[in-house]
């Protein structure tokens, strides 16, 4: 499974940002994928999770996730949509999936994901 982040950049406070993971060579038919985030000096956190059993859980209300699904090119997109960003809102943003997973994706922790994006900087300046 690769994972492929983009969208990143330097926003003004306030503004919006989509980042989006483009994930190929997920093998079955449930997965679970989620967006990470750290922010300087601080532990990396979950913002939200998708599984295909149950959908999403979010962590960050203040987000919205929306997965699309390429039949033809076998690829999973999981965007993040940010709006009303602040500078603390400034972080490295991650990936990550885990194939063959039937279950919530509240039960996973970060050490649950087998697979992580290389990761992608967001700057939100005051």
């Known amino acids: 499974v690769q994972l492929v982040e983009s969208g990143g950049g330097l926003v003004q406070t306030g503004g919006s940002l989509r980042l989006s993971c483009t994930a190929s060579g997920i093998l079955e038919d449930e997965y679970a994928m989620a967006w990470f985030r750290q922010a300087p000096g601080k532990e990396r956190e979950a913002v939200f999770c998708?599984?295909?059993?149950?959908?999403?859980?979010y962590y960050d209300y203040s987000v919205k996730g929306r997965r699309t699904v390429d039949s033809a090119d076998a690829k999973i997109a999981l965007d993040l949509e940010m709006h009303s960003l602040q500078p603390e809102d400034t972080a490295t943003y991650y990936c990550?999936?885990?194939?063959?997973?039937?279950?919530?994706?509240?039960?996973?922790?970060?050490?649950?994901?087998?697979?992580w994006g290389q990761g992608i900087q967001v700057t939100v300046s005051s």
């Open positions: 990550a999936a885990v194939d063959d997973w039937g279950f919530s994706c509240r039960e996973l922790t970060e050490s649950g994901y087998d697979f």
């Open positions: 998708f599984d295909t059993r149950y959908g999403f859980t």
